[in-house]
């Protein structure tokens, strides 16, 4: 399974009509639109769970294209590394 972000949504987008978009290259498994907590607006962004295969083909597909005026940038997401905690000398 794998996170893909997503970029440069119009503020007119709903989660049905991006996860309508991504459902074409696969099963979404998880889908979270960033929105204003005052209008509920799209805040331009998205992250999406997909099976490898899948996310990978949606990507190669759909970065780049345009919705309602915008270009979405889409890309895998990378995992964050855990930080190192060095003790502090005694």
């Known amino acids: 399974m794998l996170t893909i972000a997503v970029r440069g949504l119009p503020r007119s987008a709903t989660e049905k009509q991006?996860?309508?978009?991504f459902e074409e290259h696969g099963r979404?498994?998880?889908l979270r639109?960033?929105?204003d907590i005052f209008s509920g607006h799209c805040k331009g962004m998205a992250r999406l769970r997909m099976e490898g295969h899948e996310a990978r083909d949606a990507v190669d597909s759909l970065d780049g294209k345009m919705l309602d005026g915008s270009h979405l940038k889409v890309r895998i997401q990378r995992k964050?590394?855990?930080?190192?905690y060095r003790s502090a000398p005694i």
């Open 18 to 21: 991006v996860e309508s978009i």
């Open 28 to 30: 979404v498994h998880e």
């Open 33 to 35: 639109m960033a929105r």
């Open 80 to 84: 964050k590394k855990t930080p190192r």
